[in-house]
């Protein structure tokens, strides 16, 4: 096993809120990692946390055997985790092209920027076209194109997405997630996706991970999750609010795991 990144006990905390306890992940080279889980389960603090937005309150991050927790932000994205936010933050007064350009300003050697761009131009020809554009023009389903191709630009070696569906019909959710299962299966990038959508995520992904009141319930292949019943009924049944445990609002009723 190659591993990319591991997550040990990380636990992440709002003022007196724990929003995040004892969470243990891991990443191999060329793998998709799914996050899956329903409203305030957690997952936003954990990318938010690895990506060094937060400061972890507890545990380890270790990237290529590297320790990366507590990093700032811009340092992170150095190492190669880069993050696209769930709100996508995209500069809505810079044109497409200068929000693709504002992804590289983390290189140190700038010389592979345009065969970059002419990479992301490639998988989303709607950006290509619309390059002049403003960004804060581009429809909800560009937007998150945009900030995917900006992350990329960042030479990510971890790329996490937070909720890419967010917002976008199905039909656009199902080419957001083919464009990505693309990238990774054309240069090699790891994803960590988090997503409340698990029917596309589990679809995708290798492996899938459960999270429910900040903590990891389930782990597995994502074959083996798809056909474990308990997840079918709480995440691929349309009842995500009931979460695993048959309850997101309390710690103690979680469930025995069959
Ligand atoms: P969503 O899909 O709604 O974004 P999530 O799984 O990403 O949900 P988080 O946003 O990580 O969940 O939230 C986890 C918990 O932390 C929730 O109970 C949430 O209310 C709380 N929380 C999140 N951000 C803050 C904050 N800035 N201050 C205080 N509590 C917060």
């Known amino acids: 096993m190659d591993l990319l990144l591991e997550v040990r006990n990380l636990e992440t905390w709002y003022g007196p809120i724990a929003a995040m306890q ?17 409203n305030g389960a957690g997952k936003t603090t954990l990318l938010n946390t690895l990506a060094g937005v937060i400061d972890p309150f507890k545990g380890q991050v270790l990237f290529n055997d590297q320790a990366i927790h507590g990093l700032d932000a811009d340092k992170v994205c150095r190492h190669g985790l880069v993050l696209v936010p769930e709100a996508r ?33 490639q998988w ?3 950006l290509k076209e619309r390059e002049q554009q403003h960004a804060g023009l581009l429809s909800g389903g560009e ?12 030479q990510p070696k971890l790329l996490m997405l937070d909720e890419p569906s967010l917002g976008l019909s199905p039909l656009l959710t199902k080419e957001i997630f ?34 429910e009141l900040g903590r990891i319930v389930a782990a597995d292949t994502c074959e083996a999750l798809s056909q ?11 009842h995500v609010a009931q979460g695993l445990s048959g309850t997101s609002q309390r710690w103690k009723r979680r469930k025995t795991w069959r």
């Open 22 to 38: 004892g969470v243990n992940l891991q990443v191999e080279k060329g793998q998709m990692v799914a996050v899956l889980g329903a």
């Open 89 to 121: 933050q995209i500069y809505p007064f810079l044109s497409v092209r200068e929000n693709l350009n504002m992804g590289a300003y983390t290189r140190r050697d700038p010389s592979g920027v345009s065969k970059d761009l002419e990479r992301v131009f």
């Open 124 to 126: 989303f020809p709607r």
């Open 143 to 154: 937007q998150q194109m945009l900030a995917i191709g900006r992350a990329y630009m960042a």
């Open 178 to 211: 083919n464009i990505i299962s693309r990238i990774r299966q054309e240069t090699g990038t790891s994803v960590l996706v988090v997503e409340q959508n698990a029917a596309i995520a589990l679809a995708h992904a290798d492996f899938g991970y459960i999270m």
């Open 228 to 238: 474990k019943s308990d997840v079918k009924e709480a995440y691929l049944g349309g």
